[in-house]
């Protein structure tokens, strides 16, 4: 079964500044897509960016980018510029190929200092 | 992505009744949703597929007979906590996949009193 890592439980970063947030995961499968979501207060779950693994170039969705590294089953989240409304509690998730449920790792809070 | 919408947002029961939570995908018609719980703090969990005209797969440790899911069309999957208890008091959250990725509904707090 695949498993996703987040080591960090909670993260802070001062407004403006630059952080990055690790995943790793584990599987045996060669097709599968990565997933960043946000999770605010208010819950809802947020798509942040995606990242296919057949795709060697990173992800980038405005200041949100990825790195992935497909040989050490790395996905790490960078946030540049940081704002006050990143703060929330992001997680890291792993698909298979086709209609699968998504795994998800235990997330780690992000909190912005102004 | 689709849009879906989780009705209701928040919910108080008394111990024993029965609550229906329901899903639906807007724009897209979709044949396999997720239903998840999320205790305070922690990840989400999975736990059931709901397929629509056929029975949910449920995951391990998770009671069929509790947790009723009915996917009834392509628009719509519900969550029924039958004879709810204090325990069962969460944040449950259903989520639809469509091409580009997986949407989720914006949750249902529910409450056991």
């Known amino acids: 079964a695949q498993t996703v890592t987040q080591s960090q439980p909670e993260m802070s970063v001062q407004e403006a500044e630059t952080v990055t947030l690790s995943c790793t995961y584990d599987t045996s499968e060669s097709d599968y897509y990565l997933f960043w979501y946000k999770q605010p207060p208010s819950r809802q779950m947020i798509l942040v960016i995606r990242q296919e693994a057949y795709k060697q170039q990173n992800a980038t969705e405005n200041r949100f980018s990825v790195n992935f590294q497909k040989a050490a089953k790395s996905f790490s989240l960078k946030i540049s510029d940081s704002q006050l409304g990143d703060a929330a509690m992001y997680f890291c998730?792993?698909?298979?190929?086709?209609?699968?449920?998504?795994?998800f790792g235990k997330g780690t809070r992000l909190s912005v200092i102004a | 992505g689709a849009v879906v919408s989780q009705h209701p947002s928040w919910v108080i029961c008394k111990s024993g009744t029965s609550v229906k939570i329901e899903c639906r995908s807007l724009d897209f018609q979709a044949t396999t949703m997720f239903w998840y719980r999320q205790f305070p703090k922690q990840s989400l969990m999975l736990m059931a597929t709901s397929n629509e005209g056929s029975k949910a797969t449920y995951e391990q440790g998770v009671e069929k007979d509790k947790f009723l899911i009915n996917h009834a069309s392509l628009t719509l999957s519900t969550l029924t906590v039958t004879s709810a208890h204090p325990e069962d008091s969460s944040f449950y959250i259903c989520?639809?996949?469509?091409?580009?990725?997986?949407?989720f509904g914006s949750g249902t707090r529910l409450t056991v009193v």
């Open positions: 989520s639809v996949g469509d091409p580009y990725g997986y949407t």
């Open positions: 998730a792993y698909r298979s190929a086709g209609n699968t449920p998504l795994v």
